[in-house]
């Protein structure tokens, strides 16, 4: 049946510890008989799809699976001094020998990594050379994690400026595009209560902001609340590096909040222009920035995108 399917392509897009999802919707299409012949990734999408390019992915699943809170604290090399909260050499090191150490061009599958020249905005692809390299450039996200040098450029995540890379999956030669957007459906949206400027008693009723703004219930603090019960230095950077709570966000939420919304204003111009052929929205919303630990949940919710859709994947490969 994949002989007779056209030239498939998958653009995996960005999104932290929900991009374990990325996971789901390639076991989820497998199971549907369907293999993207071709992988164009951004960020954590760039992660899974380099695993899925060398035949790794099986290998990447067990040890996602594996995490404990504690366990991806581990793996946060704390660095002030090189641009970002965490040096993520740490973290490479473990990711390497779980998706090869190889060149780009001798994956098992064509496979372009996506990252950002942090000073000119130019969006770099990653065609061909170090596979750790492209992967950790495209996975830098600003502030967080340490930019990449190459050459005389230093690079960041690809999601600054192509968050779900649909126009390098087509520029790869592919006949249908399938695109997966992590942030496809949102929490609970901030309301704001309506307060009548005109009125000086409904003005004095609004000075606390807690009786103006309501957020959902969850708590995205979860993970950084170890950070408190572990040891004295680490305590002492809890506040600075914590996500904080629905009331006070700490550094961590600032930074991925507003990245978030950057990605997303920038995610509806690009998909305008160059829209998927299928766009897959795995149910990752309730899972926080750094919840890399739940990865079964995403992983979960990345196949059951895929069975959401199965009648629509079926009538655009005439199956």
Same mark, same amino acid.
Request: aromatic fraction near 6%.
């Given at each position: 049946?994949?002989?007779?399917?056209?030239?498939?392509?998958?653009?995996?897009?960005?999104?932290? !510890?929900?991009?374990?999802?990325?996971?789901?919707?390639?076991? =989820?299409?497998?199971?549907?008989? $369907?293999?993207?012949?071709?992988?164009?990734?951004?960020?954590?999408?760039?992660?899974? =799809?380099?695993?899925?390019?060398?035949?790794?992915?099986?290998?990447?699943?067990? %040890?996602?699976?594996?995490?404990?809170? %504690?366990?991806?604290?581990?793996?946060?090399? +704390?660095? %002030?001094?090189?641009?970002? &909260?965490?040096?993520?050499?740490?973290?490479?090191?473990?990711?390497?020998?779980?998706?090869?150490?190889?060149? #780009?061009?001798?994956?098992?599958?064509?496979?372009?990594?996506?990252?950002?020249?942090?000073?000119? =905005?130019?969006?770099?692809?990653?065609?061909?050379?170090?596979?750790?390299?492209?992967?950790?450039?495209?996975?830098?996200?600003?502030?967080?994690?340490?930019?990449?040098?190459?050459?005389?450029? %230093?690079?960041?995540?690809? /999601?600054?400026?192509?968050? #779900?890379?649909?126009?390098?999956?087509?520029?790869? =030669?592919?006949?249908?595009?399938?695109?997966?957007?992590?942030?496809?459906?949102?929490?609970?949206?901030?309301?704001?209560?309506?307060?009548? &400027?005109?009125?000086?008693?409904?003005?004095?009723?609004?000075?606390?902001?807690?009786?103006?703004?309501?957020?959902?219930?969850?708590?995205?603090?979860?993970?950084?609340? &170890?950070?408190?019960?572990?040891?004295?230095? #680490?305590?002492?950077?809890?506040?600075?590096?914590?996500?904080?709570?629905?009331?006070?966000?700490?550094?961590? /939420?600032?930074?991925?909040?507003?990245?978030?919304?950057?990605?997303?204003?920038?995610?509806?111009?690009?998909? $305008?222009?160059?829209?998927?052929? +299928?766009?897959?929205?795995?149910?990752?919303?309730?899972?926080?920035?750094?919840?890399?630990?739940?990865?079964?949940?995403?992983? !979960?919710?990345?196949?059951?995108?895929?069975?959401? !859709?199965?009648?629509? #994947?079926?009538?655009?490969?005439?199956?």
């Amino acid at each position: 049946m994949q002989d007779a399917l056209p030239s498939i392509g998958i653009a995996l897009g960005s999104g932290a !510890a929900k991009g374990w999802a990325h996971i789901g919707v390639l076991k =989820g299409l497998a199971q549907m008989g $369907i293999a993207p012949d071709r992988i164009a990734g951004c960020s954590v999408g760039a992660l899974v =799809g380099a695993a899925y390019a060398n035949n790794r992915l099986e290998e990447l699943e067990e %040890w996602v699976c594996s995490f404990s809170s %504690w366990d991806v604290l581990g793996l946060m090399d +704390i660095s %002030w001094r090189r641009g970002g &909260l965490i040096s993520g050499d740490k973290v490479f090191d473990a990711i390497q020998n779980r998706i090869g150490e190889l060149l #780009i061009e001798d994956l098992k599958k064509p496979f372009i990594a996506v990252a950002t020249d942090l000073y000119s =905005g130019q969006e770099v692809w990653f065609r061909q050379g170090d596979l750790r390299q492209a992967v950790r450039a495209s996975c830098s996200m600003p502030g967080f994690m340490s930019p990449v040098r190459q050459g005389h450029r %230093w690079l960041v995540d690809g /999601a600054v400026v192509n968050p #779900i890379p649909v126009s390098v999956a087509r520029a790869m =030669g592919c006949q249908l595009v399938i695109g997966v957007d992590l942030h496809g459906y949102r929490r609970e949206k901030i309301q704001v209560l309506p307060v009548d &400027l005109n009125s000086q008693k409904a003005a004095s009723e609004t000075v606390d902001a807690d009786t103006v703004v309501k957020t959902s219930a969850h708590n995205e603090s979860g993970f950084m609340d &170890l950070l408190a019960k572990g040891k004295d230095y #680490i305590a002492g950077l809890t506040n600075k590096f914590s996500l904080g709570n629905k009331t006070e966000p700490g550094m961590l /939420a600032v930074m991925s909040q507003s990245m978030d919304i950057l990605e997303q204003r920038h995610k509806r111009a690009r998909l $305008i222009g160059d829209p998927p052929d +299928i766009c897959l929205m795995p149910k990752v919303s309730e899972i926080g920035t750094m919840e890399f630990h739940r990865a079964k949940e995403a992983i !979960a919710a990345g196949e059951d995108a895929v069975k959401q !859709a199965e009648p629509l #994947i079926k009538a655009a490969l005439g199956l």
